[in-house]
């Protein structure tokens, strides 16, 4: 028994050891490093950096969207300044839409900015010329009335209420009981409203007709411009 005993204890060391395998974790590291001996190029996969990264990009095949699009404000949308000058406003609208062509909510939003302002600024010289044009009449009252009445003035500016009138209704008949109905209300109102007015607030020369008057200028010059 103790032969066979050390037969055997003899048989096992001399049995070579099997060592499990080693992971191959650098694997890639010894390839690189024995392909760099021999001179070979290192070919690692890398990421692309030109890949576009959102909608908004140019080098992407989108169109940028425009950044003011929901501003309600159409000298901010435009980037202008709220003095700035027709010619202003036209190349900014000109350069917005040639920055953003190609996108449809915004050339209409740049578009809808621009017809507001150019509306708003021609809105603003019909009311100044307007005003103007019937203090002349005024003006001009005042100073004929010592001599003659304001009827032809008011005459004038009744006419001129109507056409001002008919260019925004397109209808004569109805321009024409408009502005004489201002014109009525305005003499009526001057009647009632020039009595209560303190005596020394209003020039001794002044009569209750050019008074009256200039209450129906004033009515008429409200009833042309702002009436639709």
């Known amino acids: 028994m103790q032969a066979a005993a050390a037969f ?11 060592r499990p395998p080693r992971p191959l974790l650098h694997l890639a590291g010894a390839e690189d490093a024995l392909a760099g001996r021999r ?7 890398r990421c692309s950096g030109s890949l576009s990264v959102g909608v908004g990009s140019y080098g992407s095949g989108h169109t940028p969207v425009f950044p003011r ?7 901010k949308l435009l980037g202008i300044d709220h003095d700035a000058s027709e010619e202003e406003v036209r190349s900014a609208r000109n350069f917005l839409l040639k920055q953003y062509a190609g996108y449809e909510e915004s050339e209409e939003a740049i578009e809808g900015a621009y017809d507001t302002i150019i509306m708003n600024s021609y809105s603003h010289q019909i009311i100044s010329r307007r005003f103007a ?3 002349f009449f005024a003006g001009w009252s005042i100073a004929t009335s010592a001599e003659t009445g304001p009827t032809f003035q008011l005459a004038l500016s ?8 008919n260019e925004k209704m397109k209808n004569l008949v109805r321009a024409s009981t408009t502005g004489l109905g201002v ?3 305005g003499w009526i109102l001057g009647s009632f409203l020039v009595p209560v007015i303190q005596a020394f607030i209003i020039p001794p020369t002044w009569s209750l007709e050019l008074l009256t008057s200039l209450t129906a200028y004033v009515f008429m010059f409200l009833g042309c411009t702002f009436l639709k």
């Open 8 to 18: 055997n204890r003899a048989a096992f060391t001399a049995r070579p050891l099997h």
């Open 39 to 45: 001179g070979a190029p290192l070919t690692r996969p």
């Open 69 to 75: 699009q929901q501003s309600w404000d159409p000298y």
């Open 133 to 135: 044009f019937f203090a």
């Open 158 to 165: 009744l006419v001129s209420c109507i056409y001002f009138l």
């Open 183 to 185: 014109f009525v209300g």
